[in-house]
């Protein structure tokens, strides 16, 4: 069974400062899709990143990255220059198929 | 155009009452979805619509009845709720199923059932 794992409940950054939400998953499939999503506190939950599992270069999105390692099945964000904007529930999500699973989430703070 | 919206923002009902859910994209996606959101808890799937037709019901009770009136519409009727159904519900929709990666969200309709 496919499940998605954030081992990281909550986690906090000083502004400006890099942070790393960790992100694994378990799946028996060769092709499949890897997100980011985000989500402020009462505000719409958007996508902050996407990874194809084919690719093996990393994703980039201006000040969000992704290092993501197949065969460990990890996939980690790096959220660099840190915004208060920027603090969230952040989901990682998986896809394969007709299938899309989230991760439980986890709760970022921003420190000014 | 990358939106997803939907109506009402905000339901409060009484557990006897009939209400619906409404969502609308207008990006040519295919497939649409329906998830129920708990406070600080992932999304879960309920419903997923493809090409207007019902493909995937993850076991939803039926009080719950979704209806895909045309591509671009998704409703979710509501008919007498428990108190525990109240969350976000959140529509979804992408170009495919299957391998179509991102999904874009509505802003939800926070119901309340008492």
Request: aromatic share 12%; with cysteine.
């Amino acid at each position: 069974a496919q499940t998605v794992t954030q081992s990281q409940p909550e986690m906090s950054v000083q502004e400006a400062e890099t942070v790393t939400l960790s992100c694994t998953y378990d799946t028996s499939e060769s092709d499949y899709y890897l997100f980011w999503y985000k989500q402020p506190p009462s505000r719409q939950m958007i996508l902050v990143i996407r990874q194809e599992a084919y690719k093996q270069q990393n994703a980039t999105e201006n000040r969000f990255s992704v290092n993501f390692q197949k065969a460990a099945k990890s996939f980690s964000l790096k959220i660099s220059d840190s915004q208060l904007g920027d603090a969230a529930m952040y989901f990682c999500a998986y896809e394969a198929g007709n299938q899309f699973y989230f991760g439980t989430g986890t709760s970022l703070t921003v420190i000014p | 155009d990358t939106e997803v919206t939907q109506t009402p923002k905000h339901l409060v009902m009484g557990m006897t009452n009939k209400k619906s859910l409404k969502c609308e994209q207008h990006m040519g996606h295919r497939a649409m979805y329906w998830y129920k959101q708990k406070a600080k808890k992932p999304p879960e799937l309920m419903f997923v619509y493809s090409y207007e037709k019902l493909s995937i019901n993850e076991s939803v009770p039926s009080r719950f009845s979704p209806e895909c009136p045309n591509s671009s519409l998704l409703n979710l009727h509501l008919h007498a709720l428990q108190p525990e159904d109240s969350a976000l519900y959140l529509c979804a929709s992408s170009q495919e199923t299957g391998l179509a990666g991102t999904q874009y969200f509505g802003p939800g309709t926070r119901l309340t059932v008492t």
